[in-house]
């Protein structure tokens, strides 16, 4: 088995998978055009969205009373698997959602982080299978105490992402929620920051990524 990974370096190891026992794993960290390997007869596609951002945390030591506040995770990307067998000629629109921005203005729309990006697998050609995958990207988090909520997918085996932590009754930061499948941290959320005696930005959400697993 022969893994392609996203910045051009591959891993040979024992073959599995595959009526003749082969498989190559291709991931994307882009938007791009999929091509299967010549000879692929079936593919599986997991496809993730971006991981939403933080909100920001607030605190100010310059009035008469002393101000901490800290933010909320934000929510965990959406995940889809697919399975398609190829008969002819095929290939997919991949586009991959990046991570949403971390809070860090004065107002309420920037001191919430941002929605993260939807992801899709979309193919066409000659096939049987799935249709479009769509994972949506988590949902940002706030300056308050709930937490951004996790994204949804269709298309496929659908897998919502988890729900950001809510901070602490305004004492601790909560934790990003984890995307609907797990590769790594992709598509995993923002998490929140402070208590602190200033402001303190909040943390961007991964990018997502689609991983094509190749079948001979």
Known sequence: MTIHFGDGSSLTAAPS????????????????????????????????????????????????SNFYDSASGAGGAGAVLGYYNITGSFSAAITIGGGGFGGSGHNNNQMNGG?????????????????????????????????????SASGGINMSGTRGGINSYGFGPGVGGQAGFNFGNFGKGGNGNGPTGGDSNGQAGNGGIVVVFEHF
């Open 17 to 64: 998978g595959g009526a003749n026992g082969q498989q190559i794993v291709r991931s994307f960290g882009s938007s791009t055009t999929y091509t299967p390997t010549s000879g692929t007869k079936s593919i599986a596609v997991y496809c993730i969205g971006g991981g939403g951002g933080a909100g920001k945390a607030q605190g100010d030591t310059g009035g008469e």
């Open 115 to 151: 929605n993260g990006g939807e992801s899709k697998f979309v193919p066409s050609g000659s096939y049987s299978g799935n249709g479009t995958l769509d994972a949506n990207g988590g949902n940002k988090g706030g300056t308050g105490n709930m937490g951004g909520t996790g994204g």
